[in-house]
């Protein structure tokens, strides 16, 4: 049960009004500090970023304050087909459209939430017509007769705000505002990544498919031996069977990684918007990376600045913030003031004469009293979803390390696999080419040269396989230190995130 006590004040004399809102005002602070709830107070606590140990993974890999990803970072793989992939997708790419979107809706409700710390003003003039009671206070010739009832006013109220629910309110909305932004640069890094991954799947498909090339003419070429071969008496019908039956299966993996690369294409031209017949415009990938591996010796706390997800979680926890603020000041009394004036006259003779004019002013005063415990629950819940907002921010902050940890112990991996996959290929081919010789010689059988064929083959997938994984991680740790953003360009620095600075 609510009991709102309201004090209304017409056409009020001066001392009057003074002296109501000085009984106001101090009604105010008494009950304002006696209803202020206790025990209810944010719990969680914002992770310290400098504190956190980054671990060897990064501290190794550590350049300068000054590192940071490209804004187009995806041009180190030095292909102009890609970089225009990227570009189309992050112009037409309807996610990030709806993102951007979302920005606009929050800046329009964030105007909105300005409107409460402003006067507001609004006129009206209402024109009746009306026959007048003989048996009411009208006098003759008004009457029994028939005039028109004429009133015209601007009206004024204005909320003083005296304990800055309605400033919190807007600055919890300006902080959305920051983070729709944030989400929407989110969106796009992830949509860069997106495109710059398929990319990479694309090129390792088209070295797949050359792999599968060579492979199948390595089989028809084997078949080919083993059958004159058997013609001049040198080997049998099981040396030829076991030479054929390879080769269908070599044209069925072949197959396969075509289709893979027709998908991969239209992936890629849904990426950037289009329809599917634009991606067999896709030319083959010309992919190359030199870029050395490198993070900026601020990590962790440089990810606060640069990686949007990070700022999201940050802005919406100051959000949460300025809402305890306003669920608090909710318990303080609210003070009004309206006040009207305008003209009032029966007919149109004397309706802006000085006669009629007519003005008012009405301060209110509305405090709780009896609210059945409704405002400590609302306090409560958006305290509790404080908290689970600062938890966030804590997760997403670990996740972000954790991402680039991970990214950088892969590429140093990497690097030392690509070397030893680069050196037993060309042993593998070695052992591959002396067996074929052998075996046109007579010196060998066919199982030498397959299993040395087979081996090749391996190890070709297997360079492959890395040199593509290689250029994928390089993309996620571009991702993972959160693309180009400039530090701090896109995001206002925020707010330290307290448990007690709601």
Known sequence: MKSSPEISFNAITKPALILSLAVAAATTLLNGCARLPVGISPKARAMNAGALNAGSAIRETATSEAFQPAADWWKAYG????????????????????????????????????APLLPEINASAIFTREQFSENHFYRPPYAGATYWNNQATIDFSYELDLWGKNRAVLASALD???????????????LQTAVVRTYVSLSLNYNLRDIAKTTLRQREETLSITERRLAAGLATGIERSQAETPVPAACA????IEETIVLLRTQLSVLTGKGPGDGEMILRPALSLHSAIGVPSSLPADLLGRRPDVAAQRWRAEAEAENIKAAKAAFYPNINIAAFIGWQAIGFSKFFSGTSLMHGISPALSLPIFEGGRLRSQLGAVTAQYDMAVEAYNQTLLQALREVSDQLVTLRSLDKQRTEAL??????????????????????????VLNAQNQTLVEASRTAQIEARRLDSHAMLMQALGGGTPAEADFLPGRNIRADKP
């Open 253 to 256: 993996e072949l197959e396969r």
């Open 79 to 114: 292909d102009p087909q890609l970089d225009r992939l990227v570009k189309e997708a992050t112009a037409g790419n309807p996610s990030l459209r709806i993102a951007q979107a979302r920005v606009a809706q929050a800046r329009f409700l964030a105007s909105g939430a300005k």
């Open 423 to 448: 050196r037993a290929k060309k042993l593998a081919e070695s052992a591959y080419g002396i067996a074929l010789r052998a075996y046109r010689g007579g010196l060998t059988d066919y199982l030498s």
């Open 176 to 190: 959305r505002v920051l983070v729709a932004r944030a989400e929407a640069r989110e969106i796009e890094l992830g």
